[in-house]
């Protein structure tokens, strides 16, 4: 019942800036936690970001730290991942995905394509 759709990738130089967006298929903030994950070719799924359910806390894989910034907009049904200082390493398909503590149920999107040159 959940529908993820990211979008805001493309090509970016080095240093660039970009700014993914999560639509979501209705209000689902409240209760599911929500994060950003990427996986590089020939590379695992990583998690790059999360943004809790019930208070808005973050957490960052220390690659992004500093450089990348997760936030939703419950009005617009959107989460987002900021993304600044862009590196080749960063380079990945973005995924976004939504768990709900103490359920099963769990929903990802089909992701979206981040290219850094340099």
């Known amino acids: 019942q959940v529908h993820l759709v990211e979008s805001g990738g493309g090509l970016v130089q080095s240093g660039g800036s970009l700014r993914l967006a999560c639509a979501t298929s209705?209000?689902?903030?409240?209760?599911?936690?929500m994060h950003w994950y990427r996986q590089a070719p020939g590379k695992q799924r990583e998690l790059v970001a999360s943004i809790s359910s019930y208070d808005n806390f973050t957490t960052y894989d220390e690659s992004v730290k500093g450089r990348f910034t997760i936030s939703r907009d419950v009005a617009k049904n959107t989460m987002y991942l900021q993304m600044t200082n862009l590196t080749p390493e960063d380079t990945a398909v973005y995924y976004c995905y939504a768990n709900r503590p103490g359920w099963l149920n769990d929903y990802w999107g089909l992701g979206t394509q981040v290219t850094v040159s340099s």
């Open positions: 209705g209000s689902i903030f409240s209760i599911y936690n």
